[in-house]
């Protein structure tokens, strides 16, 4: 059996309540204790810890360095070329591979490749000479004979030597031997041109002497080419003298009946890419 708890009485709840302020001063002085003694534990340990040295500042080298020496100069390079024919059969093959695929990688931008039907598939230039001896020849006996024809062929020579690319071609002097040699005649008889250029070159491409010979008129019946249309042809014989083909494009000086008196950009491309390669056969052997 449960006894049940008798109520509080009026005297007990008194003495609660007389104590209750006591208790509230006691809780409050205890508490200003704690906060006293952690503000003494604070300032002691701090007072313990024992300051950090600061590193001295480094101090700079303000002395001057010696001047740099400038960069060593390197020799100009001349233009790279492909490796040259050797007898050894296989880098042959390799030479001739890759002269093949610079002039196809050139493509509609060079005419290089028309050279190889006269050729037999041999690449022909002018091979280790910076400069060409042109001999013109002066022909007073020459009916329609003028020398202004000398200057217009020395324009001609004057147009390639723009370029850069090709040796430069120098007027022979007295006792010179002539490499190119210049020279006029009324007109070639069974033609119908009025400029033929035959190079004598071996089998190894290397051209060794250039005739450029330049007729006045076409045929009997047509009258005198006009200087501007002498200084074209003379033009036109002489890029075949360097080596260069005819071009299919009539915008180009090579072009067989172009109007043109100048080297094209066309031109300017065939004839920097044919003295960047090495003369001879391109022919693949069996």
Same mark, same amino acid.
């Given at each position: 059996?449960?006894?049940?708890? =008798? @109520? #509080? +009485? *009026?005297?007990?709840?008194?003495?609660? &309540?007389? %104590?209750? /302020?006591?208790?509230?001063?006691? $809780?409050?002085?205890?508490?200003?204790?704690?906060?006293?003694?952690?503000?003494?534990?604070?300032?002691?340990?701090?007072?313990?810890?024992?300051?950090?040295?600061?590193?001295?500042?480094?101090?700079?080298?303000?002395?001057?360095?010696?001047?740099?020496? =400038? @960069? #060593? +100069? *390197?020799?100009?390079?001349?233009?790279? &070329?492909? %490796?040259? /024919?050797?007898?050894?059969?296989? $880098?042959?093959?390799?030479?001739?591979?890759?002269?093949?695929?610079?002039?196809?990688?050139?493509?509609?931008?060079?005419?290089?490749?028309?050279?190889?039907?006269?050729?037999?598939?041999?690449?022909?230039?002018?091979?280790?000479?910076?400069?060409?001896?042109?001999?013109?020849?002066?022909?007073?006996?020459?009916?329609?004979?003028?020398?202004?024809?000398?200057?217009?062929?020395?324009?001609?020579?004057?147009?390639?030597?723009?370029?850069?690319?090709?040796?430069?071609?120098?007027?022979?002097?007295?006792?010179?031997?002539?490499?190119?040699?210049?020279?006029?005649?009324?007109?070639?008889?069974?033609?119908?041109?009025?400029?033929?250029?035959?190079?004598?070159?071996?089998?190894?491409?290397?051209?060794?002497?250039?005739?450029?010979?330049?007729?006045?008129?076409?045929?009997?019946?047509?009258?005198?080419?006009?200087?501007?249309?002498?200084?074209?042809?003379?033009?036109?014989?002489?890029?075949?003298?360097?080596?260069?083909?005819?071009?299919?494009?009539?915008?180009?000086?090579?072009?067989?009946?172009?109007?043109?008196?100048?080297?094209?950009?066309?031109?300017?491309?065939?004839?920097?890419?044919?003295?960047?390669?090495?003369?001879?056969?391109?022919?693949?052997?069996?």
């Amino acid at each position: 059996m449960v006894r049940a708890r =008798p @109520p #509080p +009485t *009026l005297a007990s709840a008194r003495n609660f &309540a007389s %104590v209750l /302020p006591i208790f509230r001063v006691v $809780l409050r002085t205890v508490l200003i204790v704690l906060l006293l003694g952690l503000g003494v534990l604070v300032l002691v340990d701090s007072g313990r810890r024992v300051p950090l040295r600061q590193a001295p500042a480094a101090t700079l080298d303000r002395t001057p360095l010696p001047p740099r020496a =400038p @960069p #060593p +100069t *390197l020799p100009a390079m001349a233009p790279t &070329a492909l %490796v040259p /024919p050797t007898a050894t059969p296989a $880098l042959d093959l390799f030479a001739r591979l890759a002269v093949r695929r610079r002039i196809i990688r050139e493509g509609s931008q060079v005419y290089l490749d028309s050279l190889f039907p006269h050729t037999d598939s041999v690449l022909t230039r002018w091979f280790e000479r910076t400069t060409l001896s042109v001999a013109l020849v002066r022909d007073t006996l020459l009916a329609r004979w003028t020398p202004g024809l000398l200057e217009e062929a020395r324009a001609g020579m004057r147009a390639w030597d723009a370029i850069g690319a090709s040796p430069r071609l120098r007027e022979a002097t007295a006792g010179d031997t002539a490499d190119i040699t210049v020279r006029w005649v009324d007109l070639l008889p069974d033609s119908g041109l009025v400029g033929s250029t035959t190079l004598d070159w071996g089998r190894d491409g290397i051209v060794r002497r250039a005739t450029v010979t330049l007729a006045l008129r076409r045929n009997t019946d047509s009258l005198v080419l006009p200087p501007p249309g002498r200084v074209r042809v003379a033009t036109h014989e002489l890029g075949h003298a360097l080596g260069l083909p005819h071009s299919d494009n009539p915008d180009d000086i090579m072009f067989r009946t172009s109007p043109v008196t100048a080297p094209s950009p066309r031109d300017q491309a065939t004839l920097r890419l044919l003295y960047v390669l090495f003369p001879g056969p391109l022919r693949l052997q069996p």
